[in-house]
Each structure stands twice: as structure tokens, then as C-alpha cells.
């Protein structure tokens, strides 16, 4: 089975902190997500990964940014946490081409206070 | 670029079919359409995917007219652990094939 491992389920941050969220896959996959869930939302695209080194901005980039230092880990950060950045976070995975296939991890649940 | 349109949300009893559709354009021609289940506090996970006409597996079955317009999801029988959030994604039609997601059906079953 596909493992895609979100660090932390549960954080809780004050706002002006950085924060870094991580994931690490297990299956060898070119493309790495990050959604934000919301209420009413839906899952909105962060930043999306093809290869390593290499990052596209989502739909709703503004206050993050990652990394894809190797190709089983993408790391979410946020600069300077507000208190807007309160949401549930999934990172995702899956091969290019591969139809929609996508992987996703349990979320981490973020509260910036 | 691609739009999705499915119902926010529906009600059905346990041992029920239950049919949820979404409502699609601006797809890729050349590409699945597929959903995805989500219990609470879990990330979504797949359940199924097609082309056109009907696929069915363990799970669920999927029917897509000629046009690919739109796609139901089919679930026969549902239990309460059927209870969870359908969503839909698609391949927008453009270049960079930007996946577009529903916002999702909210599935209540009822004992």
C-alpha cells in the first residue's frame, strides 16, 4: 500500500511563528501536493511538486512556500503563521499520468492563535 | 477552465443505492474522471475511475455518458460506514492540466 506520512496531525502555533509542515512518501512518486481543506472550500492547491528541486504555485500560494530537497519528502512552510492559516493541511502524491491516482496523507490539523 | 458541480450534500437509508453526479466541462479529452471518499478527520482516498461508458469495482460503480459532461457515482446497498464526503475530479482541458476538484457530496446514511 501507498503511505503518505504527514509529520505532526495536530499543531498548534502563535501567530508570527514559522511553521514547518512535512511529508514523506513511500512509493517513489515524481508529483507531491499540498491542499488546504476548508469548510465550504473544498481542497485548494497550494504548491504542487514534479521533480526534486522543482515547485509550481497552486491556486492559493501567498504565506507559504516549500521545499523538495529529495524526492520522498515536501515540506509546507508558512514564514510568519496568521491566524487565517487556522485549517487542516493535506500533502498528496502520485505518478504523472497516472490518471488522477493521487495518494494522500491523514492531514494535519493547524491552529494558529 | 474546468468546472465542477455536484450536490453539497444527500440522505439515504442503509441498504439503498445511492447515485451522486457531477456535473463537469472544460475537460480533458484525454483524461480520467475520478472520485475520491473522505471520513472525517481522514484525507480523501480513491475509490474509483473511468473513461467512459461504466466501470465497476468492489466498491462502487462509475457511469460516464459519450458527451463526458458529467459522471455518477454509483454505491449499491450503502451501510452506515458509507457515511463521508464524494468528491469529484477532473482534468481541466488546458495545457496544464490542472486537476479541478468538487467541492464535494456530503453522504449522510441513515440506519
Known amino acids: 500500500d501507498v503511505k503518505v506520512t504527514q509529520s505532526s496531525r495536530y499543531l498548534v502555533k502563535r501567530t508570527g511563528e514559522k511553521v514547518f509542515l512535512e511529508c514523506v512518501q513511500d512509493?517513489?512518486?515524481?508529483?507531491m501536493f499540498w491542499y488546504r481543506q476548508d469548510p465550504g472550500l473544498g481542497l485548494r492547491l497550494i504548491y504542487f511538486s514534479y521533480d526534486v528541486k522543482m515547485k509550481e504555485k497552486g491556486d492559493i500560494p501567498e504565506g507559504y512556500s516549500v521545499s523538495r530537497e529529495k524526492k520522498e519528502r515536501f515540506s509546507l512552510i508558512l514564514e510568519s503563521a496568521s491566524t487565517n492559516q487556522t485549517s487542516m493541511y493535506l500533502c498528496?502524491?502520485?505518478?504523472?499520468?497516472?490518471?488522477?491516482?493521487?495518494?494522500f496523507g491523514e492531514g494535519s490539523w493547524l491552529t494558529v492563535v | 477552465l474546468a468546472k465542477t458541480t455536484q450536490p453539497i450534500s444527500m440522505d439515504s437509508y442503509e441498504g439503498q443505492e445511492v447515485n451522486i453526479t457531477c456535473s463537469h466541462n472544460n475537460i480533458a479529452t484525454n483524461d480520467y474522471i475520478t472520485w475520491y471518499q473522505q471520513f472525517p478527520s481522514q484525507g480523501p482516498r480513491f475509490i474509483i475511475q473511468g473513461y467512459k461508458t461504466k466501470v465497476t469495482n468492489e466498491v462502487a460503480s462509475l457511469f460516464i455518458p459519450a458527451d463526458r459532461k458529467s459522471s455518477t457515482l454509483s454505491l449499491p446497498r450503502v451501510s452506515l460506514s458509507d457515511t463521508a464526503v464524494y468528491y469529484c475530479?477532473?482534468?481541466?482541458?488546458?495545457?496544464?492540466?490542472?486537476?479541478?476538484w468538487g467541492l464535494g457530496t456530503s453522504l449522510a446514511v441513515n440506519p
Open positions: 512509493m517513489d512518486h515524481e508529483n
Open positions: 475530479l477532473v482534468v481541466d482541458a488546458g495545457n496544464n492540466r490542472k486537476l479541478i
Open positions: 498528496a502524491s502520485g505518478l504523472p499520468g497516472a490518471g488522477n491516482t493521487i495518494y
